[in-house]
């Protein structure tokens, strides 16, 4: 008589937290540094928010002004412990950012197009656009890079960011 209603029960045991997985994909998303950096680092949506925060445009391949908002790359890889500022230097200027994403897009960045002591342009890495997350497509991370006659490096689905030593 109480068949029906325990099976209801022990079927809903599973399915809720079956459903909340994977409607997450049964974690939070975040972005990996690692490669030659002295702390290697797993960053959240929560850790990016509590670092500095800067506005960022770029025209997407339609022409169209998007307006974001993010963490300077710099920020995050001093974080990391990446050679940076008077470190950058010597055999520390053959060593490179590579951004890995999702769908396997991968873009490179010689660690001194992200120095503030070489350049005034700030690559950010973004997880929303005027107060909104990005789209699935899109995100939930994106570099954006400002200052480029085409966005192909503002890499969308970003996952980490490796950094390496270019030289043999
Ligand atoms: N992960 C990922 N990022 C990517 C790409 C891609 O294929 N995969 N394409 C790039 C290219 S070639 C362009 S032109 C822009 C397109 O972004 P938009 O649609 O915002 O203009 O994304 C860049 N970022
Ligand atoms: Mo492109």
Redesign the pocket.
């Known amino acids: 008589m109480h068949f029906r209603r325990s099976f209801l029960l022990i079927l809903l045991a599973w399915a809720v937290p079956i459903l909340i997985f994977c409607q997450t994909g049964g974690r939070d998303p975040f972005v990996k540094i690692s490669g030659e950096v002295s702390k290697p680092l797993t960053l959240y949506k929560e850790d990016l928010a509590k670092m500095k925060q800067v506005p960022v445009a770029f025209t997407?391949?339609?022409g169209k002004s998007?307006q974001f908002t993010g963490t300077p790359v710099l920020d995050i890889l001093a974080q990391a412990g990446v050679t940076l500022g008077k470190d950058l230097r010597g055999e520390n200027l053959t060593k490179y950012m590579m951004v890995k994403?999702?769908?396997g897009?991968e873009v490179l960045f010689s660690l001194a197009e992200l120095d503030s002591s070489f350049t005034d342009r700030k690559i950010v890495l973004v997880f929303q656009s005027e107060g909104k997350p990005l789209s699935a497509t899109?995100g939930p991370f994106r570099v954006v890079v400002p200052g480029e006659k085409?966005?192909?490096r503002?890499?969308?689905?970003v996952t980490e960011l490796v950094i390496r030593y270019a030289k043999e």
């Open positions: 997407d391949r339609n998007r994403c999702a769908d897009y899109e085409k966005p192909a503002s890499c969308m689905q």
